[in-house]
């Protein structure tokens, strides 16, 4: 494919299309954005027919519609469970669950539910030796026992210091949905912080959720725009007098961290398989990940953004059987049967696993559904397994960098622009599909295969329809403006094929050149004549049959009618010839046909075409005579009948011939004329002129060409140049030598 000359002005178009789809990809603004996320939902949709491997020792209880049932009547399948409540339970219940699921030997208990507060006012719990305990107390007493349960924590809700100095660790259960109302992303910690900025920030309207914590120091941002800085020492620790003065609470150290981290619940979990070390992360917000390190060199890296969220890798859904899901009431009445000792047959499910509990019922105050990318309508405890899963199978969602996606917006543009302009419009339109459905198809399958992130909306919405529908709407202004220009000029003047290779030509030599071409000048011989015997054999019939002035005027015209019919069919005959050897028609002169050839199209042969046309016009001239005359006895029939009538008869049918002259030489060619006025495509100068002399020395029905013309030939087609005869030369006007001649044999 021979490649377009590139032009400034959709070049200049092409670069401003991507400066804007770049620009607003910068700005990021919320729309495009929320297009880019269902993109997204999407993907994840179809990564599920292509599974990964998964974490297997993954596990839910879930507090069931019949686990409040149970726990209120205090009774599972007749087993009689020794307590019951309503709906706000006392925590003897979570205690006993904590109870059973140790004894079976789960390696973590993680809670998807908050304890806010103390619950004195729970009834007391009898334990075996007869001794009652607080609620609480017993609840307390089962985390410490199992050392594997991670508490709930949210920013708003942190659990009682009794449940937290317990506990394995906090998990951080905060839900965080996106604009939609879909939940696609988890905050891989927060933080929570001494209770010295808690107190700031109430009383100073310290705004913690902005603070900035650099090395040596956290800078509190005030009301007002005010700052408040806390200085820190080489161990990270802040001095507790700068907020209390020199009187230190009991409770509190002098000098201590500022925050802990409180870790994703999912993230928590898996950390108690894979034994990493949450205390010595390696966070680096700036360049988006952390790194988590543990025993035997495990490492895993977490992709995040500037403020530490990452997308969740949704894979296991809330009835995935890679997760079993037990009723909690199950549990329960498996830990009563374990307390009397009725132990045979007892099932031991949660060996080894990683478990969530959580709720799946109805309630309003129990309802945690909503949406995510695998459904409209899901447990949204389900979080947390997915981000266990991600952790432990290191399979994580990359989300290419703006570096990347800037990078991809103009290379896709550059394709996109390099395809509208080189191809027509059809075709490229074809192209630029191709190529959309060829990079959305990799986005996809890359996603499935890696879960890489590949974006769609300002690549393909941008740089590929954006960029090819502006410079589509380009070409269709500009271009074909051009294109129909060139097609209303040449469209009479040349073959239907010659003006689509017009067309297709990158630039056109139409405002003045000067080539080599060969010019042809074919006339009607004998034409004047007959319109004279025409026009007397009227007049003659009007003086005759003393015809009224109107009517003599009809048979005028009648006359003149036919007279310009009879000249134009020998005239199409010529035309037809020219066109059909992909010669260019000029001009009518009366009687006579001008054209030439190598312009606008190159021609190398352009001289031996020229020639086979006047042949074949010769020759066509020539079978019109035959068949015209054939039709004088039909006319003579018809003439006796209109005389019959009073009207005058037709003039026969007589032979006309034709008289060419060619000839090859340099001239000016281009367009003579303006818009507003007559536009012709034409060619002028002293060889056009030598050209004309030679049709008026040729005779009738022969063709006689000029010595460059027939050394054309004799390169061109030896044979042809065969049957040439030279002429004696002639002078002719205008000209000072004696000119060589040829005269070519057709018949």
Sequence with gaps: MQLKRLKRAPAVLAVIVLALVCGVRLWQPDFPERLERMTYDWRVRIAQQFPTPAATNLAFVAMEDSTIVAVNRGKVDGVKLGYHCGLYWQRQVYGRLVEELSAQGAQAIAFDILFGELRTDHPLVQMADGRLMESDDFFAQQIRRASNVITAFTTEVAPPDLFVTNSLA????????????????????????????????????ADLEHAQILPGKIILPLGGG?????????????????????????????????????WDLGIVLAARELKLDLARAEVDLPHGKIILR??????????????????????????????????????????????LGETNGLRDDFRGKLVVVGSAAQGNDLSDHGATPLENDTLLVSKHWNVANSVLTGQFIHRAGLSVELALILLLGACTAFLTWQLRAVAGSAAVVVLLLAYAGAAVWVFAQFRFWLPLVYPLGGAVLLQHGILLVHRVVFEEQDKRRVKSVFSKLVSPDVVNELLRA??????????????????????????????EQVADFVREHNVDSATAEKYYAASARETLETVNLYLAAVADAVKHHGGTLDKYIGDCVMAFWNAPVPNEKHALTAVEAAIEAQRAVHQLNEKRLAQNVAREADNRARMATGLPPKPLHVALQLGTGINTGAVTVGLMGSDQHILNYTVFGREVNLASRLEGVSGSGRIIISDTTYLQLLRHSPALASLCTELVPVSLKGFKNAVRIYEVAWK
Excluded: C
């Design 294 to 339: 543990g025993a035997n060199g495990v490492e895993r890296t977490i992709p995040v953004d500037a403020k530490g969220y990452f997308y969740i890798n949704w894979q296991l859904m809330a009835g995935s059987p890679e997760v079993p899901r037990v009723p909690m009431e199950e549990l329960l009445k498996q830990d009563k049967l374990r307390l």
């Design 170 to 205: 906090l998990g951080d259960i905060s839900t965080e949905k996106d604009a939609d109302g879909v939940l696609r992303r988890i905050k891989s910690f927060n933080l929570n912080w001494h209770p010295a900025f808690k107190n700031a920030a109430r009383q100073l309207d």
């Design 226 to 262: 005010t700052n408040f800085t806390v200085a820190l020492d080489h161990n990270g620790n802040f001095d507790l007098t700068d907020f209390v003065g020199d009187v230190i609470p009991k409770k509190f150290k002098r000098f201590d961290q500022p925050f802990a981290r409180v």
């Design 506 to 535: 990158e630039k056109l030599s139409v405002d003045g050149v000067r080539r080599e071409v060969t010019v042809f000048f074919a006339d009607v011989r004998g034409f004047t004549t007959l319109t004279d015997q025409m026009q």
